[in-house]
């Protein structure tokens, strides 16, 4: 069995058919981008891997969880400790410091704080972030936002990374270097990632590319 199965998802808004029937398996450790014209779904379909839209009907396992059959607070709880996510805007909230912003999630599920603090420490030092703790999002470059928003998504060693358009706000080389921490990711922590982009070359790397067509992927 996959660690992440795909089965059969139709998703609708009212009369428009997003997802018609997507199927795909995902082994652990591996790197797949999804791609595909604007509009075709890739949003809506991360988001239900992501346990953040319940589609109409299909399946969704993660590893071993069917996700769609846990009741609200287990769906809560699976979220935040089995899901990370880096949007394309990095999202980090603005009153809080770089290093409060990735310990969220642990603070979220209660965990114990200095534990937090210390492995979220341990995270912006692994990303050459040590010297901006204390700053807020607005006191850091495009680049060091989102790779803020990287620690954030490892916080909990989640069992996948679900990645929209991350380096869609991004410059060439800070594209580059958010493209090669990805990589850095799988291979350092062992990560599984899912990536919705528009972006060529980091589909080239990647293990697998989706294609998003039709209301499905191929
Ligand atoms: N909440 C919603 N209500 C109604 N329609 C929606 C909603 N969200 C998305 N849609 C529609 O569903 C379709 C798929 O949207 P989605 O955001 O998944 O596309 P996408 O592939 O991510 O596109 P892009 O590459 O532009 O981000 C679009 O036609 C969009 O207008
Ligand atoms: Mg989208």
Redesign the pocket.
């Known amino acids: 069995m996959a660690y992440i199965e795909i089965n059969n998802i139709h998703h609708s808004?009212?009369n428009?058919e997003?997802l018609k029937g997507v199927n795909m398996k995902i082994e652990q450790n591996s790197f797949v981008t999804i791609m595909?014209?604007?509009?075709?779904?890739?949003?809506?379909?991360?988001q239900v891997v992501g346990t953040l839209l319940t589609p109409t009907s299909g399946q969704v396992i993660i590893d071993n969880t069917d996700v769609f059959k846990l009741k609200d607070k287990q769906l809560a709880a699976f979220r935040n400790r089995h899901i990370g996510f880096i949007f394309q805007f990095h999202q980090l909230l603005a009153e809080f410091t770089a290093l409060e912003n990735i310990m969220m999630p642990a603070l979220i599920a209660k965990t114990n704080y200095r534990q937090a603090q210390q492995r979220a420490k341990e995270l912006l030092d692994r990303m050459q972030l040590s010297e901006r703790l204390e700053h807020k999002p607005s006191e850091l470059s495009g680049g060091e936002k989102q790779r803020v928003a990287v620690c954030r998504a490892l916080m909990m060693n989640p069992s996948v990374i679900l990645a929209?358009?991350p380096s869609g706000s991004l410059d060439s080389q800070n594209k580059k270097e958010l493209h090669k921490l990805l990589l850095d990711v799988k291979q350092q922590f062992k990560q599984t990632i899912i990536v919705?982009t528009?972006d060529e070359e980091l589909a080239k790397i990647s293990d697998k590319v989706y294609m998003?067509q039709d209301g499905v992927v191929k």
């Open positions: 808004f009212g428009l997003v595909g014209k604007s509009g075709a779904g890739k949003t809506t379909l991360l929209d358009e919705v528009h998003m």
